[in-house]
T-cell receptor
Framework: SQQGEEDPQALSIQEGENATMNCSYK?????LQWYRQNSGRGLVHLIL?????REKHSGRLRVTLDTSKKSSSLLITASRAADTASYFC????????????FGQGTRLTINP | NAGVMQNPRHLVRRRGQEARLRCSPM?????VYWYRQLPEEGLKFMVY????????ESGMPKERFSAEFPKEGPSILRIQQVVRGDSAAYFC????????????FGAGTRLSVL
């Protein structure tokens, strides 16, 4: 069954605005990651947050993790046209396996 | 340092043919993972391999699909007797032995079955 589920499925904003995407998951996890996928391309790792962390920053990215609610959010500040992509959260399966369990992604469009 | 290399980027097969997808991990990475992505969906785990060993194949279909990562050469995902439902993007990822949490992805192979 699906582990991570992103919300919203699609998001369209103006350049310069902030974009927030949410991810929910079902089982206990050791860490949660966010990846970006440009159309027709592979995935690029953005940030990893461990289960004992609540917030993490990387440049214009801010990730939060609430393990009590089994949810995470990705905030992109001061968005740019180049941020247009699909964003996926991925978790481990909580049982020690190495596989990543992905959500269906949020398609983000930044309008110039 | 080249990233994860997958080839071919696009592969067209007719129903019943075989598809072979190749993946060369990043230098120094000994762990390889294969994922499948259907249109408008997230990636689904298929198989996890180390050199000459299949560690976890819980996501592999029971029939027609196989994977290997030989001592020398790239990892191969093989699909025999392809059907239209096999049309998808297949991504390979690799990770070093010390940081298995973060996986580095290739650009994928897009398989189209006619």
């Amino acid at each position: 069954s699906q582990q991570g589920e992103e919300d919203p499925q699609a998001l369209s904003i103006q350049e310069g605005e902030n974009a927030t995407m949410n991810c929910s998951y079902k089982t206990s996890i050791n860490n949660l990651q966010w990846y970006r996928q440009n159309s027709g391309r592979g995935l690029v790792h953005l940030i990893l947050i461990r289960s004992n962390e609540r917030e993490k920053h990387s440049g214009r990215l801010r990730v939060t993790l609430d393990t009590s609610k089994k949810s995470s959010s990705l905030l992109i500040t001061a968005s740019r046209a180049a941020d247009t992509a699909s964003y996926f959260c991925a978790t481990d399966d909580g049982q020690g396996a190495q596989k990543l369990v992905f959500g269906q992604g949020t398609r983000l469009t930044i309008n110039p | 340092n080249a990233g994860v290399m997958q080839n071919p980027r696009h592969l067209v097969r007719r129903r019943g043919q075989e598809a072979r997808l190749r993946c060369s991990p990043m230098k120094g990475h000994s762990h390889v993972y294969w994922y499948r992505q259907l249109p408008e969906e997230g990636l689904k785990f298929m198989v996890y391999l180390q050199k000459e060993n299949i560690i976890d194949e819980s996501g592999m279909p029971k029939e027609r699909f196989s994977a290997e990562f030989p001592k020398e050469g790239p990892s191969i995902l093989r699909i025999q007797q392809v059907v239209r439902g096999d049309s998808a993007a297949y991504f390979c990822a690799s990770s070093p032995p010390t940081t298995k949490n973060i996986q580095y992805f290739g650009a994928g192979t897009r398989l189209s079955v006619l």
